[in-house]
């Protein structure tokens, strides 16, 4: 199981790099976006820089995600899982996509605190929030474009069915982070650090338990 | 069986519409007379629940078994259920503007219920944006499970951690824990009635689900002749 992962990954990796646009892209518009921001609102509030963030990179993580099964095609597909095991084949995607939108996210943060400045005081709990919400978006978010595909109907049923089910992963994420960014002790943050936790935890079950019914054809 | 269920919803309700009604309560202030508001808004989340969870469950056996009538029974199910969520947020909106002074609060409850509504909506743009038969069916299962899920932290852990909700029930509304049942230290009276329209509403959940499955099969049957 592990070597398959690790083959996917390496798969995954050489895809991603033969065809550049697709991360070159998301790290303009990370960038574009930021600059427009920059542009509109001057200074923010630390609050509102907080929320934000997160709506940037909620819909940074969407775009980075929802490509992922549909790059796919059916013939390559069923390839794959003569090969692989459906198990192997997910859990790649999201290890995957959990990195790629830590990078992305990282990427986002620097530009933005580039322009917009940075309220944070207490790094450490800032990173840990965002830490722990993108990867309740990126395991959320891989088993949903992986449902997404098979409506075979883009982006916009991505969206309806991923921003209502992201709400307490994204609520949370921003609970946490602004701890961070108001200096608070880690203490105070420990029952929303459980919570998500659990969240990630049951989506990630939740993934694993019902992906192989999406891919029986 | 069904009959039961059509009995009990008509024999529930229309008690509790007119004892509901004229029944005594107790007077508490800001509250006044629309704490009769309880049998009518409080059930609907009750149904909402209920309902959600049959959904659920006709969604697992649909990924077990197959059957295309656990399919559109989990739709039937997921659809009143969508019903009854739409009518509690419309009784509760109601109830705020009198007691807290606007349609819309702010209040977390209000936000979640909210989300959840739009869980279910996704639910039904998923089904309609696949035409072949069995893939709708057991794409929509699998969405319908996660729907589920989701509702857990939406309805049952996030209004109870809020640091303020207007709802009872929240941490800063002095009656922690389950927001139903202290529900305004519920006097005995208003029990008489607010059990009753609970099941009198679920019955009739039962009730709508099954005509909306029959209509549902005959369209099938319409289609293939």
Known sequence: MIQEVKQLLRKEWTVEWRQKYAIQ????YSLTVVFLCYLAFGSLKPFVWLSLFWILSLFTAVNAITKSFVGESKAGMAYFYTLFSSKSVLAAKIIYHW??????SLVLLGFYSLLLGSPVQK???FFTGIFLGNTGLAVALTFLSAISHKARSGASVMAVLSFPVLIPTILLGIKISKMGMDGLPWSTAMHEMGQISGIIL??????FLLFPYLWRD | MHLV????AVVFLVYAFTWGLIGPVPAKPN???TIRNLYYHVPMWFGLVLLAFCSFLFSVFYLLKGESEADQLAESFALTSTV??????ATGMLWAQYTWGNWWAGDVKQICALAS?????AYFVLRNAIAEQQQRARVAAVYNILAFFSLIPLLFIIPRNAEFSLHPGGQGSGSVGNPAFNKYDLDNRMRLVFWPAIFGWFSLGLWMTHQYFRIKVLEIKKMLS
Request: hydrophobic share 60%; aromatic share 22%.
């Open chain 1, 25 to 28: 892209g998301v790290f303009w």
């Open chain 1, 99 to 104: 990195l790629l939108s830590l990078f992305l």
């Open chain 1, 123 to 125: 790094y450490d709990l």
């Open chain 1, 202 to 207: 049951l989506t990630g079950a939740l993934s």
């Open chain 2, 5 to 8: 269920y059509r009995i009990i």
């Open chain 2, 31 to 33: 509250l006044e007379e």
């Open chain 2, 84 to 89: 009854f969520g739409v009518l509690g947020f």
């Open chain 2, 117 to 121: 509504i739009l869980v279910y909506g």
